[in-house]
Nanobody, 122 residues
Framework: QVQLVESGGGLVQTGGSLRLSCAAS????????MGWFRQAPGKEREFVSA????????DYADSVEGRFTISRDNAKNTVYLQMNRLKPEDTAVYYC???????????????WGQGTQVTVSS
């Protein structure tokens, strides 16, 4: 079992920045690829970004490429999502998730956090 707890969400104006954190406990964090997903009201959960277990590989949704940066600190059992130049369409609940393999599909991820709300005002 892996327990995941997100933090860092909040209300920010268009163009602002936030950094989300996801703290993991349980099984060795460093053996899992990590991903960030988001879900806006009335929409399906969508992929945002992923990072491999050693951090050598990353992937981003086209909608956030160049604005968001994923990183991880295996010594701290934490994965981060730095979000810059935020837009109103980035408003959603953001979830971190852990997977035994690197990927962008939610079904590949076994463990999920409870989510943190990000609201971008126009």
């Amino acid at each position: 079992q892996v327990q995941l707890v997100e933090s860092g969400g909040g209300l920010v104006q268009t163009g602002g920045s936030l950094r989300l954190s996801c703290a993991a406990s349980g099984r060795p964090f460093s053996t899992y690829a990590m991903g960030w997903f988001r879900q806006a009201p009335g929409k399906e959960r969508e992929f945002v970004s992923a990072i491999s277990w050693r951090g050598l590989h990353t992937d981003y949704a086209d909608s956030v490429e160049g604005r968001f940066t994923i990183s991880r600190d295996n010594a701290k059992n934490t994965v981060y999502l730095q979000m810059n130049r935020l837009k109103p369409e980035d408003t959603a609940v953001y979830y971190c998730a852990a997977s035994p393999g690197f990927g962008t599909v939610p079904q590949r991820y076994n463990y999920w956090g409870q989510g943190t709300q990000v609201t971008v005002s126009s």
